[in-house]
């Protein structure tokens, strides 16, 4: 079986997407598939791109065995609506030059990776060319998330015409996968002719045989990831005084906010709060065995919407402090994996962490289940092999 996957982005950029993209290749690789990946310049986080990459339209690459073909895109970390426009829309374009490449190939599934949604319309485009099956991979619901972020609102022209090629690419796909339950409803219900739920998951392998490096002297609390706004991070370290708690925080991560906490901390370096610089996805299993807990916050709550950092804790062993709401909450609180608080509900953090110092064999049992979940449930190699058992069925179905 042929698979290809069209992405806007893949490694050697950091980022979820990233990560659980590639090990989805990898894995349908290890298991005898022909795989093939067609993506974009690596410019993430910067919006720059890489060195390596830079003057140049096209290239053929490999990420661990992985064959890559990679096209120019036009970059921006701007906010602006153009800037992003121009970034979504150039790849898609520049992508449909993998045409001659992928008639020689004849994938069976072409799997596309949205947002953005306009690479969509590419990959249908492709999968008509090439005779291939068309799956559409679902990580982040657009438009609505850009009506959630107050990007634009339901009258818009930009809304309408998201919302039309959105329709057009559920209702063109053999199906259509989301990384949520919200995300598999919200697709049912707008067109998709048949689903298939697909989390982000864990590989817990990748933490097995770790052991703690540094000495425990304390409660050590750890956020690993984006430090965007929709999680919050420096309004938790302005509102929380962790060495008052007789905890630690300590911050990896990089994002729109990094300057905002380094600030901070330079004027108020005496709060048990500390700030670490960004991490490569290889690092974070030994980051995370370190800790005792991990703080995970979601400002805004985006419908479908699932921090991976969850199912990374559940691998390590260290419950979970949620602050925020939605499917993410509700897994937390259903696989007893830690503690949930409102949204900027500062007080009641403080309230977990001081319980924890005092008892910290509430760890100890939530640590427990956290293992039996990311081994159980949300076991990406597990989940992979199920979607290849998947592919293989519908190919010989249809």
Same mark, same amino acid.
């Given at each position: ?117 306009? *690479? ?13 099956? *068309? ?12 009506? =959630? ?91 929380? /005084? ?20 380094? /600030? ?15 991490? =490569? ?13 991990? *703080? ?91 979607? /290849?058992?998947? *592919? ?7």
């Amino acid at each position: 079986m042929k698979v290809a996957l069209l992405s806007q982005y893949f490694k050697p950029e950091m980022g979820a997407p990233q990560n659980r993209l590639y090990e989805m290749m990898k894995e349908l690789q290890n298991l005898g598939q022909d795989v093939y990946v067609i993506t974009g310049m690596p410019n993430y986080p910067t919006g720059s791109i890489y060195e390596h990459y830079k003057k140049k339209f096209s290239c053929n690459d490999s990420v661990d065995g992985i064959p890559v073909k990679r096209y120019w895109l036009y970059t921006s970390t701007s906010r602006k609506a153009l800037p992003r426009f121009l970034n979504m829309v150039s790849f898609s374009l520049t992508a449909l030059c993998a045409t001659w490449k992928l008639r020689k190939g004849r994938p069976d599934y072409i799997i596309v990776e949205t947002p953005p949604l306009t *690479l969509t319309v590419t990959a249908w485009i492709l999968s008509k060319l090439t005779g291939a099956k *068309l799956v559409t991979n679902v990580s982040d619901l657009w438009p609505l998330s850009a009506v =959630e972020l107050g990007a634009f609102s339901k009258d818009s022209l930009p809304y309408k015409v998201l919302a039309a090629i959105e329709s057009f690419a559920y209702r063109h796909s053999s199906f259509c996968m989301g990384q949520s339950e919200e995300i598999v409803e919200y697709i049912k219900e707008h067109g998709a002719r048949d689903t298939y739920l697909f989390r982000n998951g864990v590989d817990p392998t990748r933490f097995n045989g770790i052991e703690r490096t540094i000495p425990k002297k304390g409660l050590r609390i750890v956020y690993a990831g984006l430090l965007g706004f929709a999680q919050g991070i420096s309004d938790i370290i302005r509102n929380i /005084n962790f060495e008052e708690l007789g905890a630690e925080f300590h911050v990896y991560g990089s994002g729109g906010e990094k300057e905002l906490i380094e /600030n901070y901390l330079a004027k108020n370096p005496n709060n048990g709060i500390y700030y670490h610089g960004s991490v =490569e996805s290889t690092e974070i299993p030994n980051v995370l065995v370190n800790a005792d807990v991990t *703080l995970i916050p979601l400002v805004k709550n985006i419908f479908g919407a699932v921090p991976s950092k969850i199912y990374e804790s559940m691998a390590a062993g260290k419950p979970i402090i949620f602050s925020g709401e939605g499917e993410g909450q509700r897994i937390v609180q259903t696989n007893n994996i830690g503690w949930t608080t409102p949204v900027k509900d500062y007080e009641k953090i403080k309230e977990i962490i001081r319980c924890l110092v005092s008892n910290p064999t509430m760890i100890e049992e939530k640590s427990k289940f956290c293992q039996q979940c990311a081994e159980m449930k949300f076991n990406r190699p597990k989940q992979v092999a199920a979607l /290849n058992n998947f *592919l293989e069925q519908k190919r010989i179905i249809q």
